[in-house]
C-alpha cells in the first residue's frame, strides 16, 4: 500500500468550529487530492494540489480550503464547520498527471458535525 | 462534462454466482476506466484500469471489465464471487487531458455464504 496517513482518523466536533484534516505521503508523489464520500454520490472531489503551493478546486469546494506548503503535507480545513459537511474525508496521490498512474487513498477521516 | 452512471446500487448474491455490475459513462472523447473496491472499514483499492488496447481488462481477485466504447460502458463481471468479494464497487472515469476523475455513486455487493 501507498504511504499515506490520515489525521485524524475520527474527529466530533460542533457547528462554527473550524477543523483542519492532514494528509501525510511518504512516496514524494506530485499529485494531492480531498474527496468527500457520502451515501448516494460516491466520492466528490473538493480540491487537489499539482505541486507545493499550487492547488486548484474540484466540484464541491464551497466552505472548504487547502493548503499545500511541503510536497508530503496536504491540509484541508473547514473555517466555520456546517452539519452539512459530516462526511468521510479521504485524501489521495497519485505520480503524475492525467491518469496513466490511478490514485492511491489513505483510510479516511470520519468527520461528525454536530 | 464528465459523469459516470452505476445502475445497481445493492446487489445481492450467493457464493458461486456470476456478478456483473453495469458502468457507463458521458463523453464523447478519449476516455481512462477505472473500477475500485472499497472493503468494510477500508480505503479504496484499484482493481483494474483501461486506457488503451485490449477492450477487456483483467484485475486482481479474478474480476475482469469490458470497454464498449460504441455503448460508453465498462461493465465489471466475475464469474463466481466469494463472501470475501462483499463491499463497495466503484467507477471512475478520466478524460484524456484532464486531471480530474470522477466517480460513480457506488455499487454494494453483499455476497452471502
Known amino acids: 500500500d501507498a504511504g499515506i496517513t490520515q489525521s485524524p482518523r475520527h474527529k466530533v466536533t460542533e457547528t462554527g468550529t473550524p477543523v483542519t484534516l492532514r494528509c501525510h505521503q511518504t512516496e514524494n508523489h506530485r499529485y494531492m487530492y480531498w474527496y468527500r464520500q457520502d451515501p448516494g454520490h460516491g466520492l466528490r472531489l473538493i480540491h487537489y494540489s499539482y505541486g507545493v503551493k499550487d492547488t486548484d478546486k474540484g466540484e464541491v469546494s464551497d466552505g472548504y480550503s487547502v493548503s499545500r506548503s511541503k510536497t508530503e503535507d496536504f491540509l484541508l480545513t473547514l473555517e466555520s464547520a456546517t452539519s452539512s459537511q459530516t462526511s468521510v474525508y479521504f485524501c489521495a496521490i497519485s505520480e503524475t498527471q492525467g491518469a496513466d498512474q490511478p490514485q492511491h487513498f489513505g483510510d479516511g477521516t470520519r468527520l461528525s458535525i454536530l | 462534462a464528465q459523469s459516470v452512471s452505476q445502475h445497481n446500487h445493492h446487489v445481492i448474491l450467493s457464493e458461486a454466482a456470476s456478478l456483473e455490475l453495469g458502468c457507463n459513462y458521458s463523453?464523447?472523447?478519449?476516455?481512462?476506466l477505472f473500477w475500485y473496491v472499497q472493503y468494510p472499514g477500508q480505503h479504496l483499492q484499484l482493481l483494474l484500469k483501461?486506457?488503451?488496447?485490449?477492450?477487456l481488462v483483467k484485475g486482481i481477485k479474478g474480476f475482469e471489465a469490458e470497454f464498449i466504447k460504441s455503448k460508453f460502458s465498462f461493465n465489471l463481471r466475475k464469474p463466481s464471487v466469494q463472501w470475501s468479494d462483499t463491499a463497495e464497487y466503484f467507477c471512475?472515469?478520466?478524460?484524456?487531458?484532464?486531471?480530474?476523475?470522477?466517480f460513480g455513486t457506488g455499487t454494494r455487493l453483499l455476497v452471502s455464504p
Open positions: 483501461y486506457f488503451s488496447g485490449d477492450p
Open positions: 471512475a472515469v478520466n478524460a484524456r487531458g484532464f486531471q480530474k476523475l470522477v
Open positions: 463523453y464523447g472523447g478519449t476516455v481512462n
